[in-house]
Structures are given as C-alpha cells and as structure tokens.
C-alpha cells in the first residue's frame, strides 16, 4: 500500500493499484520462474509502482541490467526485457538473445515495452533475426506514474528537448495516452484548456482519441473538473531562477531522483558517546522524501527561512511530550505515555534527519556566493539592468564557476530581457567559448533554439509588460506566513503558476494581452458529458484542476500550486502533472550536447 | 501360333492393348454382383464381396462417431478401428432384414424398422430396449423420425410411407394420418415438420401446460384462470367465482405461469394473446409476482411472430429459439440479407449496440460495398449516412472487404471514416497508398506509427522522391531526422543540405570535427567546412568562433611540439592557465593579445594561476603592474583561499573604501574593520563586523560599534 496517494482531493492509490494490476497480469503469462533484464532507466519509476517483493510473488528470481554481449547465467524458464521502444535497445537485446541461443537450452523469451509497443522496434527485431524468439511482446502503458498524492510525473527526460528541439511529438502523444489513461479511471475531464503549441497538440490528440474510443461510454462520475495544458515555453523563466522552498532547495543542491535524495553522510552520523567518531559512514545516505513522512509533508513547500522555526517549534513539542514521562503517575499513565513512544520515536527520528538536511541547505544558502547569485536572479526578475553584461556574471566565468550556473544566469538574463542584445549575447557567448571551450557551441545552439537564450527581436522588451500584468514580482513578500505565491521565489511568483492562479479566477479574459504575447496560441475544449454525470457542485465545494507542465516542473511550482490548492477561499484544488520532475539545472543538463 | 497378334487392338499408331483370360469363374452366387459392395486388393490380391447394407445411419457416443450398418438380419458398429455385430436387445425374432433406422435428435435414441413391418424402438447404445409395435406393413417406409420433447418422458416415431403417416409410441394403438401428397419430414428438437408441395405441418406432442388448460373439462389452476378472464371480459360475476377458486386452492401463482408457458407454445397470434390476457389478468390479484417470465415471454413471441411470417418463413417454434439463440436467429437474418429485420429487433430488444445494430451495419456494409453497379460515392456516402459514428463499427474492416472486392477507391473513401489510426494505416499502407497513409500517421501524433510508414516509404520511393515527401511533412521530416541522427548520418547531412539549413550542417560538421576525426588535419578541415556552412547561415558569430577553434587547435598542436605536456582540446582559458602554470608567461600574454580576451578575465586568470602556483612574489609584480580591474578584493580572497593571511594582509589596504570593510574581515582584522565601518556610518557593515565579533577578544570592539549605532541614533 502507498498510502500517502490517497490522502489527496483524488485518490491516485486507483492508479497505482491499476498499473499494478496489469504487471501482475503480465508477469502471471509467463508461466514459470523469471528473470527480468531491465533497461535501466525504468528501474527508478518502476520502484514507485512495484517492489521487489511483488515480483518476487510472481516469481521473479533474477534481476539484471541490460547489457551486451550474453546475460549473466541464471537458472530460469522465462527471461523478460523490461525496455523503452528505442532502437539501440533492441540491437543489445538481439545480441543477448543470439548468444543465449548459442548456450543451450533454450528458455522462453518475453518483452515489454514500457510505455508502448513500436512496430518500428518491432521491425528492428525482425531485421536482426529475433522477433520469433519472443512469445509475449506486449505493452505496458505506465505513463503517468503516481509520485505523491498530488503529483504524477512521467519522468520522461528528454521530453523538453524532443518536444522544442527536435520537433519529436512522442512524449506528447504517450501524455495524451495518460490523460486518456485517467480519464478512464476518474471520469471525462468537461473542460480543457491550454497555453502553448504542445497543449494544443495534446488536447488534439485526446479529442481523436475520444473518437477512438466511442462506444465504450465512460460511465465515472468525473473526478477533475478541468485540466489546464501548459506548455513549458510558455514559461521558460521559472525553471532558471533558484528554488527557495525546502524541497526546491534540496533538489537543487542535492537532486531528487524518483522521491529519493543522497545526501552527504557525516550529518547523519549516529550520535552515540564512546564512538569516538571513528566510524563516519562513508556511503551516501538514501532518504525517500514524499507526504508519508508527516513532518515533510509539513514543510516541503515552505520558505526555506520559515523552516528553522518550525523545526524548532516541533524539537520542543516533541522534547516536551518525552517529558511527559516523568508525570505519568499511574500504570494507566504509564501505558498511556509507552504506547505513544514508537509514533514519537518516528517523529523524533524524522525530526532529527530533516533537521541535519537543513544544516546542509544552511550551509550552501548563507554562502556569499549564494546570496551574490541570488541578488543577481533578483534584479533581473524584478527588471534591473537586464540589457546589460552583468559583472557578477563576467566574474563566474572568468574564476570559472559550474557552466550550468553559468548558463541558467545568461539565459534567466535573456529571458528577463525578452532576448539580449546581440553585443552583449555575443560578448557572453564569446565568454563561455573562450573559457569552458568551443565545443559548447552546440549547447549553445540548443539553448538558442530553445529560445532561452536569443537576440533581443524588434528592439522591444516585452518583459515588463508581462511582469507587471501578471504581478510577476512581489516586493512585500511574507516568506513565514506567505499570502501569495511569490514565497517560493522570495518574491517573483512563478509565471505558469500565476497563469493558473488567473484562470480560476477571474478567467484568462482579462489577461488577453499577455496571453498573445506568451508563444503559442491559448484555447478552451469542453467534453460534453451525459447528463447523468454532470456535477451539481456543493455550495463552497473547490473545484478539482489537473494542471499538466508539458515539458517539466519544478518542486517549487508544485509547492505555489499547493499554497492555491491550501487557500481558504480558493475555491480551485490542483493535482499536478508533467513530463518530468525538473530543476534549473538538470534541464539545462538535458539541452547540453557533449561532442566527445 | 499363325495370327498371336490377332487379339491385338490398335490405339493410335504405335501402341496396342489385348486382354485375355486368367479364369473362369463359377460363384454361387444369390444377388446379382451389382447388388454387391465389391473391394479388391491389386498385386492380385484377394477378391471379397458382401451384399449391400439395406440401410445405416450414424450414432454419436461419448463424443466419437459410429456407424451401424445392417446388412440382412445382422447389425454391425462401425469405429474407425474396428467392426464389431451387436445385437439390440428384445428384438423380435424372424427379422431377416432391416429396412430403415432412425437416431433421435438428442442422439440417444434409435429406432428400427424390420422386413416383418415391426418397430424396434430403444437406447442407441443398444443396450436397453424402450418399446416395440408392429405396424403389419411390410413395405419398406420412405422415412422414419423422431417425434420428442425436451424433458417429455413420451418417445414416438414417425413413420411415413407415400401416402400414409403413422405415428407410434409406447402404446398398443397408432396415430395414423393420410398424405396428399408427396411429403418430407424434418425431425427438430421438439418434433417434427412436414412439407410437401402444397402445405408445411408441425406434428408435435401437445406441451403440458397447454394440455392442462386446453384439455376438456380441465380444472387445472391454467384452464381456470383462462376461464376466469374470458368471463371478466364478458362482465360476468362468474370471473370472480374462478378466480376465487384458484385462489382458495392458493394456485394463482401456477395459473399465471401455466398461461404464460402455453403462450410461448401457441402458433396462433389470437391465441397466443388470449393467454398473455389471462396471464396478466391473474397477475393483478398477486403480490409479488416477478414480471420478468411474462415481460420476455410477450418480447420472445413478438420476435417469433416477426420471423414466422410467412415473408420470412423461419417457423421457429418457442423451444427452438430458446435452443438457438437470440445471435444465431440474427446471424440467420444477416446471411439472408434481411438487414432491416435484424435491425428492428435489436432495437426492440435492447441488446447492447456492439452485439446488435453496429454488427447488423457493419455486415450491410460489407454487402454493400460488393454492390458493384453502384458508383464508389454513393457506397461510401450511404454507409456513412447508416453508420455515422455507431459506436463498434469498424470502418477499416469494411474497407478491407472493399478492398477485397478490388474497390481501392471506395476502401480509401470509407478509411476517411475510421478513427482508429493503428487501423486506418496499415491498410492504406498494404493498398500502395502510402502517401495518404503518412498523413494519417501524422493527424494520429503516433510517432511509432509515422516511423512506420516512413521506413515503408523509404523502401517504396527512390530517395529524391522520398525526400521531397518529407519536405511537404514538416513532423515526419523532423522524426526522420531523429532516425538519422541515431541510425544514418550520412542521411542527416544530405536531409540537412536539400533544406538549406546551413546552421545545422555547420553543427553536424562540428560534432563531425570531435567524433569522426581523429587528425588534426581532419578535425581542421571539418571545422573549416563548419565555418562555411555557417558563413552561409549568415551565423557571423558561429563562423568567427570555429575560425578561431581551428586556429587555437592548430596552436595547441605546435605547443604540444614544442613544450610536451596537454594542450589539445583545452579550452583558450586553461590553455593560457597552462602555460602560465609551466612558467611561460611570454606566450600565454600572446595568446591572450591574440585571441583578445577581455582583461577582467585575463586578471582572474593569472591571479588564480600564479596563486595555485604559490607564486606570491610573481603575483605581488602582478599586482602593481598597473591598476587591477577587478579590485583587490579577489586578490585577498585568494590569499586567503591557500591560508596565506601575510600576501592577503598586503592586499587588504589595497582594497577599495566599498570592500574594505569585507577585505579587513577576511584577514581577520575585526578592530580595524570596526574603525572603517564606523568611519563609513554603514548600517550593513556594522551588523556584519558585530557578526564577527567572536567571544572575549572582541568584546572591546562589539561594545565599540554598539557605541557608534547609539550615537547615530541620537543624532
């Protein structure tokens, strides 16, 4: 059970337990003991959905990683690759299969494709002399993939590149499938609207897919009462600034990784006296961050500066409830007070660990760098000599700080800019080449075709304008006891957020202006439902919005749309989804184009 | 001897034929030998011959098929193995042949009929006998049946000759009937019918509950009730009397369902509606009757009447269609083409649409599209208009019939109509239309689907025509682009080059430059064609910096000659780092002119060169050769960075007034800090020099600055 999927507004423990369903049903038709060769990206997000233990229910006994050349000996009847329908896959699984032939006796071979069957693999196989070999090619649609309550994230890397770059509509067609996935499950979604070229062409793809489906009514009360498509290009400036929410921060420094984080060890050395401390552990400490662990839940989407007080606040709560102790009196007391200890035990171990994160955040943030990096994002965002090289700039690439860093700063500049002009983008570019290397000509191309980093087009900076419609920047930022979104920037209040923020109320009517200036064109779709379905909303009852980032979000968008769903008068509950869980960094990561 | 070729007969010119005797035979033979079954084995092989069976039939046991035959007065069973004489039990004696046999429609009964005019009748196992009656007719009959009822304990068979039916059973006496004319009989489930030229008869045993109503001077509860509606109808106090009676005998409940069961059973409309009457009459005075019996019993014989009608002329009897299945009567209708018909009652029957209507349509269509005198519009447009968006209809099955037929045409009209695009492109693909299939593949945003047909079109056109496709479908051509990238570069580079996309191809030849050239020579000139391609993208930038990346490659290469050591691949900057750091100051200012990087940078560089190199005497030289754009602070950072507060000290009142406060705490000067913060009245610097003010040696300094804070604020 994973129940921290069911405490949300819409219960995705039924997608979970679906997608798990149908592994076991596909692992149950290869009759026998199993070994499964996993393509190795899938590895994480399968973690989400099934343990080992479940495979091990079904018999599967060994696991390994694809690789060249034969698979490792194992004494099994079935072998299963679990992999992405790519090419170069399928060469490595023909070679895996043709050596097995060679050994002897011969096993049953499986594959599954993960999310989708590809005749073009299919093809592939057959050229190579295989595709006979398998008696089960199926597919397995796992799509979107439950990470919290609220959150579903397909984690498909290279779907922002695919998608802008490299004009390859793949994933965008895998999220249509996933929305039509929960449709299914939690009814017709009535209302559809969209912001960007990407939203339009999944809400196209949805509409044909409807049609497919016609015949097999869905019978579900809906669930969600709109779905919002976002497209990421619509908002490129969020993802470059720093994220100043506790999780935003854990992921920037450290990298979340399917709900995980490794983080250094020696905070977490087990304080016992008479270790001496001799024995540090040296490997990384793995800790899985979602809403099961009470206190995260509590301040994942806090200001990072707001954490220290709570954490603070709960040490003494906690402390003061160990107390208690010494006034229970009675035996019923007593019983009482041992019954709680494990609850408060856990509460105490959590306590500690998030308590040693934020030490290691403190670290990194009070750092002057830290603060000099931050100023600078701030200027730009709020509108301050963004036409300008920028000193703090010129310094990190001469004493040669991280590119990446780098690279989100010129491009956070550009996009504040509406584009540079072209002196300057040809002075940072010159820079950049100058100093990390010329090959990183091809990033730069990239980022440039991306759009994040361009030269300024028409002489007008269409920056401000937006800023100020969308009260993008927010001076009297209250990060303890936030009143807007802008809290999680510490003043710039995300653009995509707000953008959903607007359309729940007033209505994106009154922002038309802006919206023509955002790339791609802005549209409703309704999906009539049967009469018996329609909702007769509850006076006071929120309204449920899917909101899908095409192309990734960050932790701390997650945490502003949460502060919307948390509003008392809201009136609009939001459950996330998107391509890819994303940071500043791993996306610039993921445009980077290494020649060698 | 004189003629031996005299039996010799020729056929053609060149061959002859003789026949002679081997012997002569003397059989004692009873029949002629054309009365015989004859089998003969070659290599002269034994002749055996058996006088024909006079008649067999097939049984069906345990699943395996039998044959008994009868050959004058004995029984064989036949296997696929073996043959084996079977006796049936009781059978009377003097039987000297066989003349018919009959196999009920359940298969567990048989029937036989002897020379002597008398009727075996028993368990086609042979086992047990059931009954026997001798009809004293010796004439072979022309057909024998079954007559039966599912779950009746009553067997009867049918026995007819040319004119005369008899009907005989468990019972001492016959049924006889007169024949007109020719006629046939047809044994079924739950009787038998008989045709002939002129009539179509129905010869059954009367149901029970017919019989219990119908029977004269029946009181069964069925007849009461019956009675009891007809005499309400005629507004007689008598109703009242009869259904008090059933009522008193509390057999309402068995009237209802007797009337109902009879219904079903009735051939006739009126009749059929009298009982329905009674039926919900009697129901109104119960209280919980289930009204599902009478509900289907009314829907079931308004189907049955439909199909019985004599345009039709399915005469199905109640237990028949019960047997049969409401989706074979209406696979029935389809293959006669009665399409409207099957329609109707799916509707009236509510059956869910995808076993119903959209399959009915979908077999129409199908019909349809073989309608070879009608013009391909009017086809596709007609089953459109039908059809429309029928849930389950499958608008590619039908193109495949149309396809089948050779209506490429009318197949891609009707594909128009499919949604399912996994469906639509296949097909298109497999009728040669592929262009069309690519757009569809394209409308589906099914990426796996588009590569599909590309790679199909890739095989089916030559490479102009191919490419000039991709350059009309700007998604297809950038999917296949992706392909190249990974599968076929030379591909990419000529994709690349028929667009014009001089950008591209100058990023293709510098990924080119690093990964397929191994030379310096090779990597040079692939960056040259890089620069020109950019040249031509109008990418002055791109163009200058590859220039500038093959003259730095060519530098790094004599450096490489010249001093040893790495420089290939460096960056500019950690080229100019490196040679600083192996002491050749001379070149790396060269390089630094050459290449004109700005002087911020370049002070950066050497000042974080000559520290890693703990070159403090070189770095103070540095320092004073003229006014540092970049300030001292980083001078005493770095200083500080390799723990060397006596060179950071010196920098420290270098430090301009803005950072001096900054520089002073680096080195750990927090009293002099002090005096410049308070000299500057510098809130910020206040704080931040309080901030460094650490235990008892500060104390003086901490109490200092809060001094000057109290002061200003008097002030």
Same mark, same amino acid.
């Given at each position: 059970?994973?129940?921290?999927?069911?405490?949300?507004?819409?219960?995705?423990?039924?997608?979970?337990?679906?997608?798990?369903?149908?592994?076991?049903?596909?692992?149950?038709?290869?009759?026998?003991?199993?070994?499964?060769?996993?393509?190795?990206?899938?590895?994480?997000?399968?973690?989400?959905?099934?343990?080992?233990?479940?495979?091990?229910?079904?018999?599967?006994?060994?696991?390994?990683?694809?690789?060249?050349?034969?698979?490792?000996?194992?004494?099994?009847?079935?072998?299963?690759?679990?992999?992405?329908?790519?090419?170069?896959?399928?060469?490595?699984?023909?070679?895996?299969?043709?050596?097995?032939?060679?050994?002897?006796?011969?096993?049953?071979?499986?594959?599954?494709?993960?999310?989708r069957?590809?005749?073009?693999?299919?093809?592939?196989?057959?050229?190579?002399?295989?595709?006979?070999?398998?008696?089960?090619?199926?597919?397995?649609?796992?799509?979107?993939?439950?990470?919290?309550?609220?959150?579903?994230?397909?984690?498909?890397?290279?779907?922002?590149?695919?998608?802008?770059?490299?004009?390859?509509?793949?994933?965008?067609?895998?999220?249509?499938?996933?929305?039509?996935?929960?449709?299914?499950?939690y009814?017709?979604?009535?209302?559809?609207?969209?912001?960007?070229?990407?939203?339009?062409?999944?809400?196209?793809?949805?509409?044909?897919?409807?049609?497919?489906?016609?015949?097999?009514?869905?019978?579900?009360?809906?669930?969600f009462?709109?779905?919002?498509?976002?497209?990421?290009?619509?908002?490129?400036?969020?993802?470059?600034?720093?994220?100043?929410?506790?999780e935003?921060?854990?992921?920037?420094?450290?990298?979340?990784?399917?709900?995980?984080?490794?983080?250094?060890?020696?905070?977490?050395?087990?304080?016992?006296?008479?270790?001496?401390?001799?024995?540090?552990?040296?490997?990384?400490?793995?800790?899985?961050?979602?809403?099961?662990?009470?206190?995260?839940?509590?301040?994942?989407?806090?200001?990072?500066?707001?954490?220290?007080?709570?954490?603070?606040?709960?040490?003494?709560?906690?402390?003061?409830?160990?107390?208690?102790?010494?006034?229970?009196?009675?035996?019923?007391?007593?019983?009482?007070?041992?019954?709680?200890?494990?609850?408060?035990?856990?509460?105490?171990?959590?306590?500690?660990?998030?308590?040693?994160i934020?030490?290691?955040?403190?670290?990194?943030?009070?750092?002057?760098?830290?603060?000099?990096?931050?100023?600078?994002?701030?200027?730009?965002?709020?509108?301050?000599?963004?036409?300008?090289?920028?000193?703090?700039?010129?310094?990190?690439?001469?004493?040669k700080?991280?590119?990446?860093?780098?690279?989100?700063?010129?491009?956070?500049?550009?996009?504040?800019?509406?584009?540079?002009?072209?002196?300057?983008?040809?002075?940072?570019?010159?820079?950049?080449?100058?100093t990390?290397?010329?090959?990183?000509?091809?990033?730069?191309?990239?980022?440039?075709?991306?759009?994040?980093?361009?030269?300024?087009?028409?002489?007008?900076n269409?920056?401000?304008t937006?800023?100020?419609?969308?009260?993008?920047?927010?001076?009297?930022?209250?990060?303890?006891?936030?009143?807007?979104?802008?809290?999680?920037?510490?003043?710039?209040?995300?653009?995509?957020?707000?953008?959903?923020?607007?359309?729940?109320?007033?209505?994106w009517?009154?922002?038309?202006?802006?919206?023509?200036?955002?790339?791609?064109?802005?549209?409703?779709?309704?999906?009539?439902?049967?009469?018996?379905?329609?909702?007769?909303?509850?006076?006071?009852?929120?309204?449920?919005?899917?909101?899908?980032?095409?192309?990734?979000?960050?932790?701390?968008?997650?945490?502003?749309?949460?502060f919307?769903?948390?509003?008392?008068?809201?009136?609009?509950?939001?459950?996330?989804?998107t391509?890819?869980?994303?940071?500043?960094?791993?996306?610039?990561?993921?445009?980077?184009?290494?020649?060698? | 001897?004189?003629?031996?070729?005299?039996?010799?007969?020729?056929?053609?010119?060149?061959?002859?034929?003789?026949?002679?005797?081997?012997?002569?035979?003397?059989?004692?033979?009873?029949?002629?030998?054309?009365?015989?079954?004859?089998?003969?084995?070659?290599?002269?092989?034994?002749?055996?011959?058996?006088?024909?069976?006079?008649?067999?039939?097939?049984?069906?046991?345990?699943?395996?098929?039998?044959?008994?035959?009868?050959?004058?007065?004995?029984?064989?069973?036949?296997?696929?193995?073996?043959?084996?004489?079977?006796?049936?039990?009781?059978?009377?004696?003097?039987?000297?042949?066989?003349?018919?046999?009959?196999v009920s429609?359940?298969?567990?009964?048989?029937?036989?009929?002897?020379?002597?005019?008398?009727?075996?009748?028993?368990?086609?196992?042979?086992?047990?006998?059931?009954?026997?009656?001798?009809?004293?007719?010796?004439?072979?009959?022309?057909?024998?049946?079954?007559?039966?009822?599912?779950?009746?304990?009553?067997?009867?068979?049918?026995?007819?000759?040319?004119?005369?039916?008899?009907?005989?059973?468990?019972?001492?006496?016959?049924?006889?009937?007169?024949?007109?004319?020719?006629?046939?009989?047809?044994?079924?489930?739950?009787?038998?019918?008989?045709?002939?030229?002129?009539?179509?008869?129905?010869l059954?045993?009367?149901?029970?509950?017919?019989?219990?109503?119908?029977?004269?001077?029946?009181?069964?509860?069925?007849?009461?009730?019956?009675?009891?509606?007809?005499?309400?109808?005629?507004?007689?106090?008598?109703?009242?009397?009869?259904?008090?009676?059933?009522?008193?005998?509390?057999? !309402?409940?068995?009237?209802?369902?007797?009337?109902?069961?009879?219904?079903?059973?009735?051939?006739?409309?009126?009749?059929?509606?009298?009982?329905?009457?009674?039926?919900?009459?009697?129901?109104?005075?119960?209280?919980?009757?289930?009204?599902?019996?009478?509900?289907?019993?009314?829907?079931?014989l308004?189907?049955?009447?439909?199909?019985?009608?004599?345009?039709?002329?399915?005469?199905?009897?109640?237990?028949?269609?019960?047997?049969?299945?409401?989706q074979?009567?209406?696979?029935?209708?389809?293959?006669?083409?009665?399409?409207?018909?099957?329609?109707?009652?799916?509707?009236?029957?509510?059956?869910?649409?995808?076993?119903?209507?959209?399959?009915?349509?979908?077999?129409?269509?199908?019909?349809?599209?073989?309608?070879?005198?009608?013009?391909?519009?009017?086809?596709?447009?007609?089953?459109?208009?039908?059809?429309?968006?029928?849930p389950?209809?499958?608008?590619?099955?039908?193109?495949?019939?149309?396809?089948g037929?050779?209506?490429?045409?009318?197949?891609?009209?009707?594909?128009?109509?499919e949604?399912?695009?996994?469906?639509?492109?296949? %097909?298109?693909?497999?009728?040669?239309?592929?262009?069309?299939?690519?757009?569809?593949?394209?409308?589906?945003?099914?990426?796996?689907?588009?590569?599909?047909?590309?790679?199909?079109?890739?095989?089916?056109?030559?490479?102009?025509?191919?490419?000039?496709?991709?350059?009309?479908?700007?998604?297809?051509?950038? !999917?296949?682009?992706?392909?190249?990238?990974?599968?076929? !570069?030379?591909?990419?580079k000529?994709?690349?080059?028929q667009?014009?996309?001089?950008?591209?191809?100058?990023?293709?030849?510098?990924?080119a430059?690093?990964?397929?050239?191994?030379?310096?020579?090779?990597?040079?000139?692939?960056?040259?064609?890089?620069?020109?391609?950019?040249?031509?993208?109008?990418?002055?930038?791109?163009?200058?910096?590859?220039?500038?990346?093959?003259?730095?490659?060519?530098?790094?290469?004599?450096?490489?000659?010249? %001093?040893g050591g790495?420089?290939?691949?460096?960056?500019?900057?950690?080229?100019?780092?490196?040679?600083?750091?192996?002491?050749?100051?001379?070149?790396?200012?060269?390089?630094?002119?050459?290449?004109?990087?700005?002087?911020?940078?370049?002070?950066?560089?050497?000042?974080?060169?000559?520290a890693? !190199?703990?070159?403090?005497?070189?770095?103070?030289?540095?320092?004073?050769?003229?006014?540092?754009?970049?300030?001292?602070?980083?001078?005493?950072?770095?200083?500080?960075?390799?723990?060397?507060?006596?060179?950071?000290?010196?920098?420290?009142?270098r430090?301009?007034?803005?950072?001096?406060?900054?520089?002073?705490?680096?080195?750990?000067?927090?009293?002099?800090?002090?005096?410049?913060?308070?000299?500057?009245?510098?809130?910020?610097?206040?704080?931040?020099?309080?901030?460094?003010?650490?235990?008892?040696?500060?104390?003086a300094?901490?109490?200092?600055?809060?001094?000057?804070?109290?002061?200003?604020?008097?002030?």
């Open positions: 059970m994973a129940a921290h999927l069911s405490y949300g507004r819409v219960n995705l423990n039924v997608l979970r337990e679906a997608v798990r369903r149908e592994l076991r049903e596909f692992l149950d038709k290869c009759a026998g003991s199993k070994a499964i060769v996993w393509d190795e990206y899938l590895t994480g997000p399968f973690g989400l959905i099934a343990q080992y233990s479940l495979l091990k229910e079904h018999e599967v006994e060994k696991m390994f990683t694809l690789k060249g050349n034969r698979l490792p000996a194992a004494d099994v009847k079935n072998i299963i690759f679990f992999v992405r329908p790519r090419l170069e896959l399928m060469d490595i699984i023909a070679e895996n299969v043709l050596s097995e032939d060679r050994r002897g006796p011969t096993r049953d071979f499986h594959i599954l494709f993960v999310p069957r590809s005749l073009l693999c299919e093809q592939r196989l057959k050229d190579l002399g295989v595709l006979g070999s398998f008696i089960h090619r199926e597919e397995y649609s796992l799509d979107l993939i439950p990470f919290d309550g609220d959150l579903l994230s397909m984690e498909s890397e290279g779907a922002f590149k695919e998608c802008y770059l490299e004009g390859d509509q793949t994933s965008l067609y895998h999220a249509a499938k996933g929305l039509m996935t929960l449709q299914a499950l009814g017709t979604i009535p209302q559809i609207f969209g912001k960007g070229e990407c939203a339009r062409q999944v809400a196209n793809m949805m509409i044909r897919m409807k049609r497919e489906f016609t015949g097999s009514q869905n019978s579900i009360f809906p669930v009462d709109n779905l919002l498509l976002l497209d990421r290009n619509v908002d490129l400036l969020t993802p470059l600034a720093t994220q100043l929410t506790y935003g921060l854990i992921d920037e420094i450290y990298g979340i990784q399917n709900s995980y984080v490794k983080l250094p060890p020696e905070k977490f050395a087990p304080k016992k006296q008479g270790d001496g401390g001799k024995d540090l552990p040296t490997e990384a400490k793995k800790l899985q961050l979602n809403s099961a662990e009470e206190l995260y839940a509590e301040i994942r989407d806090k200001n990072f500066n707001a954490v220290g007080s709570v954490l603070s606040k709960k040490a003494k709560i906690i402390s003061a409830a160990f107390e208690e102790r010494h006034n229970a009196k009675t035996v019923g007391e007593i019983k009482q007070f041992v019954s709680q200890l494990p609850h408060m035990q856990a509460a105490r171990g959590s306590l500690a660990n998030r308590t040693s934020a030490e290691l955040i403190k670290d990194v943030t009070t750092s002057e760098d830290f603060f000099d990096k931050l100023t600078v994002e701030q200027e730009f965002m709020s509108g301050i000599d963004t036409d300008k090289v920028n000193n703090y700039i010129e310094d990190c690439i001469a004493q700080h991280s590119l990446i860093k780098v690279l989100r700063l010129v491009c956070l500049q550009s996009v504040c800019n509406s584009g540079l002009k072209q002196k300057v983008l040809d002075y940072y570019k010159r820079e950049i080449l100058q990390y290397g010329y090959e990183h000509i091809l990033t730069l191309h990239n980022l440039e075709k991306a759009g994040l980093l361009k030269p300024q087009t028409g002489g007008r269409n920056y401000p937006i800023r100020k419609t969308l009260r993008l920047w927010m001076d009297d930022v209250n990060e303890q006891n936030p009143t807007d979104i802008s809290y999680v920037y510490s003043g710039y209040a995300p653009l995509s957020v707000r953008l959903a923020q607007l359309l729940s109320r007033p209505g009517r009154s922002i038309e202006e802006v919206l023509r200036i955002l790339p791609g064109p802005h549209f409703e779709e309704r999906q009539p439902l049967p009469t018996g379905l329609q909702k007769k909303r509850q006076p006071g009852e929120n309204r449920v919005t899917l909101i899908f980032f095409l192309g990734g979000v960050t932790f701390a968008e997650i945490a502003a749309l949460r919307l769903s948390q509003l008392e008068d809201g009136g609009t509950e939001y459950v996330i989804a391509t890819k869980l994303m940071n500043g960094t791993s996306w610039i990561e993921a445009l980077m184009e290494k020649p060698f | 001897m004189d003629c031996y070729t005299a039996n010799w007969n020729p056929l053609g010119d060149s061959a002859f034929y003789r026949k002679y005797e081997l012997y002569s035979m003397d059989w004692d033979l009873k029949e002629e030998l054309r009365d015989c079954l004859v089998a003969a084995a070659p290599y002269g092989g034994p002749i055996g011959l058996q006088s024909a069976p006079s008649c067999w039939t097939v049984l069906c046991q345990d699943r395996v098929a039998h044959i008994l035959l009868a050959v004058g007065p004995d029984l064989y069973l036949l296997d696929h193995a073996a043959c084996s004489a079977v006796t049936p039990p009781g059978l009377a004696p003097g039987v000297s042949s066989f003349l018919q046999m009959a429609f359940t298969y567990r009964h048989l029937a036989l009929f002897t020379d002597t005019g008398y009727i075996w009748m028993g368990t086609a196992s042979l086992k047990e006998k059931l009954c026997e009656f001798n009809c004293n007719i010796r004439a072979p009959p022309k057909q024998m049946v079954w007559c039966s009822r599912p779950r009746s304990k009553e067997r009867a068979v049918v026995v007819a000759w040319e004119r005369r039916l008899m009907v005989v059973g468990d019972a001492p006496e016959s049924i006889q009937f007169v024949l007109d004319e020719d006629s046939y009989l047809v044994p079924e489930l739950d009787g038998v019918r008989i045709f002939s030229r002129s009539t179509h008869e129905f059954h045993e009367v149901p029970a509950a017919s019989e219990e109503i119908f029977k004269i001077a029946s009181m069964a509860p069925g007849a009461l009730l019956l009675e009891a509606q007809k005499e309400y109808e005629k507004e007689s106090q008598k109703a009242d009397e009869y259904l008090r009676e059933i009522q008193e005998l509390g057999q !309402l409940t068995q009237a209802v369902q007797q009337c109902i069961e009879a219904a079903g059973h009735e051939h006739q409309p009126d009749m059929q509606k009298s009982l329905l009457r009674a039926a919900s009459f009697g129901k109104c005075f119960l209280d919980r009757f289930p009204p599902d019996s009478f509900v289907h019993m009314c829907q079931d308004r189907v049955l009447n439909a199909v019985r009608d004599y345009h039709i002329g399915i005469p199905l009897t109640y237990s028949q269609y019960k047997q049969l299945t409401i074979v009567l209406l696979d029935r209708l389809v293959l006669r083409r009665l399409y409207p018909l099957a329609i109707q009652i799916c509707e009236y029957l509510r059956l869910p649409e995808v076993q119903g209507v959209s399959r009915i349509l979908a077999h129409w269509a199908c019909y349809k599209v073989q309608q070879k005198d009608v013009s391909d519009e009017d086809v596709a447009r007609a089953i459109n208009q039908k059809l429309g968006d029928t389950g209809v499958s608008y590619s099955d039908i193109a495949a019939r149309a396809y037929c050779g209506r490429t045409e009318l197949a891609i009209k009707l594909l128009e109509y949604p399912r695009s996994g469906e639509q492109v296949p %097909l298109l693909l497999k009728m040669k239309r592929s262009k069309l299939a690519l757009s569809k593949a394209i409308e589906s945003g099914d990426t796996d689907l588009v590569f599909t047909v590309l790679l199909h079109l890739k095989n089916e056109l030559n490479r102009g025509d191919f490419f000039m496709t991709l350059r009309n479908q700007p998604m297809a051509l950038s !999917l296949y682009r992706q392909f190249c990238k990974h599968q076929e !570069l030379e591909t990419l000529d994709l690349y080059n667009d014009d996309n001089h950008q591209e191809l100058g990023s293709f030849h510098i990924r430059s690093y990964a397929a050239e191994e030379r310096i020579e090779g990597r040079v000139a692939a960056l040259q064609t890089a620069a020109d391609a950019f040249y031509k993208a109008k990418n002055e930038f791109a163009a200058k910096a590859t220039e500038d990346q093959m003259r730095l490659l060519r530098l790094q290469r004599r450096l490489e000659d010249e %001093l790495q420089f290939l691949d460096l960056s500019l900057h950690d080229t100019v780092t490196t040679l600083i750091l192996g002491g050749h100051n001379k070149r790396a200012e060269q390089l630094a002119r050459d290449f004109r990087i700005p002087d911020k940078r370049l002070w950066w560089l050497k000042l974080t060169a000559l890693d !190199l703990e070159d403090w005497e070189e770095l103070e030289k540095f320092s004073k050769s003229k006014k540092s754009p970049i300030g001292y602070l980083p001078f005493v950072e770095i200083c500080m960075k390799q723990h060397n507060k006596y060179e950071a000290k010196k920098y420290a009142s430090v301009g007034p803005e950072q001096k406060v900054k520089a002073l705490l680096l080195v750990g000067d927090v009293a002099q800090a002090a005096d410049v913060a308070i000299e500057h009245r510098n809130e910020a610097e206040l704080s931040l020099v309080l901030s460094h003010c650490t235990g008892a040696t500060d104390g300094t901490a109490d200092k600055i809060q001094r000057a804070r109290a002061q200003a604020q008097k002030k």
